[in-house]
């Protein structure tokens, strides 16, 4: 009853277009060993620190863990939600440049080590930190996660085309690399869309490509030409829609027309090499399951 209590009210919030989340984003500084936090107002601050850090992959789990691709010391590294100190969460022979990082629905985190040209690996990673080699791939790259097959998708960098992983580690293509460009960074949305991004490298424009579940692309957003910045993340909001895009010593909002403003600028000394999402309970959330401790208080008492 309590728990029906509290789902209905955050329901209600959720029907008006109130904020039932507000969204922190994390970001990895490359070469310094710096992880930032920037608030939902846009107010930045030091998360934690790493060392030698260098292409900084991010991804958080639903306990708020951070976990880190640190590709410089062939490691995966994890910062605690509950102190925000790091270690190291797994390391071995099997680590070769580490780049992309995803986790499913069981929290289970792939990793994909980086390699130009050649054969590679993804490996899977227990909540435990045991380590597998999951599938075997023609080239690394960026990782994303569709939720609603339980597939992975890779972004190839040497010949940018995207690949499917599905849950038995069985790999198909899934995009070619016309119309995708150099595919530094992968991200679904709700419904299913693929958000690819183009880093700009080698005077590329950097652009986001949507693709959807068919393989339609189409271009969603565009710096409009090269400025010498890079895309070297994007990351989804599944409360409120908008991507947020790791755009130079910048942090880009973007909204469902593509239409971007500056979220957070002057960050880093360099560029930003990782993004993810933190969500933060509102006040209004906190109002919700509050009023709904109340009415078990009062159904106690009565």
């Known amino acids: 009853m309590i728990r029906t209590i509290?789902?209905?009210?955050?329901?209600?919030?959720?029907?008006?277009?109130?904020?039932?989340?507000?969204?922190?984003?994390?970001?990895?500084?490359?070469?310094?060993?710096?992880?930032?936090?920037?608030?939902?107002?846009?107010?930045?601050?030091k998360y934690a620190t790493t060392t030698g850090l260098q292409n900084g992959a991010l991804v958080t789990d639903n306990n708020g863990n951070l976990y880190i691709a640190d590709s410089s010391n062939q490691q995966i590294l994890k910062v605690s939600s509950s102190n925000r100190a790091t270690s190291v969460f797994a390391t071995g022979p099997s680590f070769s440049n580490p780049t992309g990082l995803a986790?499913?629905?069981?929290?289970?985190?792939?990793?994909?080590?980086?390699?130009?040209?050649?054969?590679?690996?993804?490996?899977?990673?227990?909540?435990?930190g045991n380590v597998i080699t999951f599938a075997n791939v023609s080239g690394g790259g960026s990782l994303g996660y569709k939720q609603s097959t339980g597939d992975l998708y890779l972004g190839v960098y040497?010949?940018?085309?995207?690949?499917?992983?599905?849950?038995?580690?069985?790999?198909?293509?899934?995009?070619?690399?016309?119309?995708?460009?150099?595919?530094?960074?992968?991200?679904?949305?709700?419904?299913?869309?693929?958000?690819?991004?183009?880093?700009?490298?080698?005077?590329?424009?950097?652009?986001?490509?949507?693709?959807?579940?068919?393989?339609?692309?189409?271009?969603?957003?565009?710096?409009?030409?090269?400025?010498?910045?890079?895309?070297?993340?994007?990351?989804?909001?599944?409360?409120?829609?908008?991507?947020?895009?790791?755009?130079?010593?910048?942090?880009?909002?973007?909204?469902?027309?593509?239409?971007?403003t500056v979220f957070g600028s002057n960050l880093t000394a360099g560029n930003i090499s990782g993004l993810a999402i933190l969500p933060e309970p509102s006040a209004l959330s906190l109002l919700a399951i509050g009023l709904g401790g109340l009415a078990m208080l009062r159904r106690r008492r009565s």
């Open 103 to 128: 986790l499913d629905a069981f929290g289970n985190l792939f990793v994909s080590n980086y390699a130009w040209t050649g054969g590679t690996t993804i490996l899977k990673i227990n909540s435990s």
């Open 6 to 45: 509290r789902v209905t009210l955050i329901g209600i919030l959720i029907s008006m277009n109130l904020p039932v989340y507000a969204i922190d984003l994390l970001y990895s500084e490359w070469g310094t060993g710096d992880i930032g936090i920037i608030n939902s107002t846009g107010n930045s601050s």
């Open 158 to 260: 040497y010949n940018s085309q995207i690949n499917s992983i599905d849950t038995n580690g069985n790999v198909s293509l899934f995009k070619s690399g016309s119309g995708t460009g150099y595919a530094n960074t992968l991200t679904f949305d709700n419904l299913g869309n693929l958000y690819v991004g183009t880093q700009g490298y080698g005077g590329a424009t950097p652009v986001i490509n949507k693709v959807t579940s068919d393989g339609t692309t189409s271009l969603f957003w565009s710096s409009g030409g090269n400025t010498g910045a890079y895309l070297n993340a994007v990351a989804y909001d599944p409360i409120g829609g908008d991507l947020y895009a790791a755009y130079g010593q910048s942090v880009l909002n973007i909204d469902a027309l593509g239409n971007s």
